[in-house]
């Protein structure tokens, strides 16, 4: 257990703190209709830890690779860490703000952190690795702006800061909408990737000899019997 595997195992920890506070288990909510703990402190502190665990998805891959402390508990929870939050806040955020992410993209977009899961572990198997594309990298900015816009968007339709009107929900429902799109296109970047990487390898098993080891007992030719042989 060395720092970076720490900041990845405090993120995993903001899964259930994130869960919690926006939750009617929260003091003094009233449940999801209400506007928040006392006008809004709910919603700003949920924005704020989210915030946090998003700073440590870059934090802790930046100092393995600076401290050289790359281990492979830390290539586990890593990838494990990110698919928790991301599928964590979606998933609350349907009963949360129904109106701004509905059902149906929070099932897109857990199933496209599954794909690309899948996708990476048999790409492993084959012995080569999908890199994270600049769409990818889009993608998680995206997702981090529009779950922010959202819990933000449960309480406040706009901000007014001393004249300049700022769209709170049309940031959260222009943001969700587009986040959806990019994870669309990076899913199918992915597996165009993982497919020609697939097909390659394929390529140059075909071209080696292969060897099947069976557990079945060769057959014996039968022996003729010694009056037989003339």
């Not at 899913?187 to 000899?209: L, M, P, T």
């Amino acid at each position: 257990m060395n720092l970076p595997n720490s900041i990845t195992m405090s993120r995993i920890a903001c899964v259930p703190l994130l869960i919690w506070i926006l939750s009617p288990a929260f003091p003094f909510t009233g449940g999801h209709g209400a506007v928040g703990l006392r006008g809004g402190e709910q919603e700003i502190i949920a924005s704020i830890v989210f915030i946090l665990a998003a700073i440590t998805d870059g934090l802790d891959g930046y100092l393995a690779r600076r401290r050289k402390q790359i281990t492979t508990m830390g290539m586990l929870l890593d990838p494990l860490a990110d698919k928790l939050m991301v599928t964590a806040a979606y998933i609350i955020l349907v009963a949360y703000n129904p109106r701004v992410v509905p059902p149906w993209i929070a099932v897109l977009v857990i199933g496209r952190e599954f794909l690309v899961s899948g996708l990476r572990s048999i790409a492993a198997t084959e012995g080569f690795t999908i890199e994270a594309s600049e769409i990818g990298k889009l993608k998680t900015v995206i997702q981090i702006v529009s779950v922010v816009a959202a819990i933000l968007a449960h309480r406040w339709d706009y901000w007014n800061w001393g004249g300049y009107i700022v769209g709170v929900h049309f940031i959260a429902v222009t943001a969700i909408y587009w986040m959806t799109i990019v994870s669309i296109i990076s899913a199918i970047d992915y597996f165009i990737g993982f497919w020609k990487k697939i097909d390659h390898a394929s390529d140059k098993r075909r071209k080696r000899r292969s060897f099947v080891l069976s557990r079945k007992p060769k057959p014996v030719p039968p022996t003729e019997h010694p009056s037989r042989i003339t």
